[in-house]
T-cell receptor
Framework: KNEVEQSPQNLTAQEEEFITINCSYSVGISALHWLQQHPGGGIVSLFM???GKKKHGRLIATINIQEKHSSLHITASHPRDSAVYIC????????FGQGTRLTINP | NAGVMQNPRHLVRRRGQEARLRCSPVKGHSHVYWYRQLPEEGLKFMVY????????ESGMPKERFSAEFPKEGPSILRIQQVVRGDSAAYFCASSPFGGGNQPQHFGDGTRLSIL
C-alpha cells in the first residue's frame, strides 16, 4: 500500500461543476502539499497546509489530521483547470501520490 | 523570472553518454531538492542538498547518479553512462530554509530522453 493514496485517479466533469479530489496518507506528517501539473509542463505549488482549511480563488484545500485525510475542491470548474493534481506529504523529503488527472469539458 | 530555473528543458543522450541537469534555485534559497518522474509514474524523491552539503540522498540510485550544490552556481544532477531506463522528467525544487512546513518552489523540469 502506498503511503499516499489519491482518489479518483481520473476525473472528467463538465464546466462549472464542483470538483473534489481526495488524498489519504498513512505516515505522520508535518505538512501536506497540493500541486498542479499541466501536460508537458512544470509543477505549481497550490497549497501547503498542516491543519484546517485554506482558500485561494476557486480552490479550497482542507485537512483532517486525525483521519489523515485531505481534500482539494474546485468551485465553478473551467477547462483551464484541466491538469494533474498531486498530493504530497513530508518535510524536506516529499512523498507523492500518483496524481488525479482532471479533465473539464466545456 | 525569480522562480526555479532548470536547463535544459529537453535533453537527448545516447546510451553510455553523460547527462548534466542544472537547477538554479529561487534567489536566496539555499535548499534544493531533486525529484524524478518516470513515464506514467508518480514523482519520487532523489536527493536533498544544502549549499555544499548533501543532506539526504536516500532516493538516489547507488550507481551512476550524483548531485552537487556548490557555494557558487547552480545545483547539478549528473547521470553517467545513461541507460534507456533513465528516460524521465527530472524536477528541481527549492526552499529558503530546511525543516518542515516549508513550501517548495518547483522548476519546469528537464525531460531526458535516451536513444
Amino acid at each position: 500500500k502506498n503511503e499516499v493514496e489519491q482518489s479518483p485517479q481520473n476525473l472528467t466533469a463538465q464546466e462549472e461543476e464542483f470538483i473534489t479530489i481526495n488524498c489519504s496518507y498513512s505516515v505522520g506528517i508535518s505538512a501536506l502539499h497540493w500541486l498542479q501539473q499541466h501536460p508537458g509542463g512544470g509543477i505549481v505549488s497550490l497549497f501547503m497546509l498542516s491543519s484546517g482549511k485554506k482558500k485561494h480563488g476557486r480552490l479550497i484545500a482542507t485537512i483532517n489530521i486525525q483521519e489523515k485525510h485531505s481534500s482539494l475542491h474546485i468551485t465553478a470548474s473551467h477547462p483551464r483547470d484541466s491538469a494533474v493534481y498531486i498530493c504530497a506529504v513530508g518535510a524536506q523529503k516529499l512523498v507523492f501520490g500518483q496524481g488525479t488527472r482532471l479533465t473539464i469539458n466545456p | 523570472n525569480a522562480g526555479v530555473m532548470q536547463n535544459p528543458r529537453h535533453l537527448v543522450r545516447r546510451r553510455g553518454q553523460e547527462a548534466r541537469l542544472r537547477c538554479s534555485p529561487v534567489k536566496g534559497h539555499s535548499h534544493v531538492y531533486w525529484y524524478r518522474q518516470l513515464p506514467e509514474e508518480g514523482l519520487k524523491f532523489m536527493v536533498y542538498l544544502q549549499k555544499e552539503n548533501i543532506i539526504d540522498e536516500s532516493g538516489m540510485p547507488k550507481e551512476r547518479f550524483s548531485a552537487e550544490f556548490p557555494k557558487e552556481g547552480p545545483s547539478i544532477l549528473r547521470i553517467q553512462q545513461v541507460v534507456r531506463g533513465d528516460s524521465a522528467a527530472y524536477f528541481c525544487a527549492s526552499s529558503p530554509f530546511g525543516g518542515g512546513n516549508q513550501p517548495q518552489h518547483f522548476g519546469d523540469g528537464t525531460r531526458l530522453s535516451i536513444l
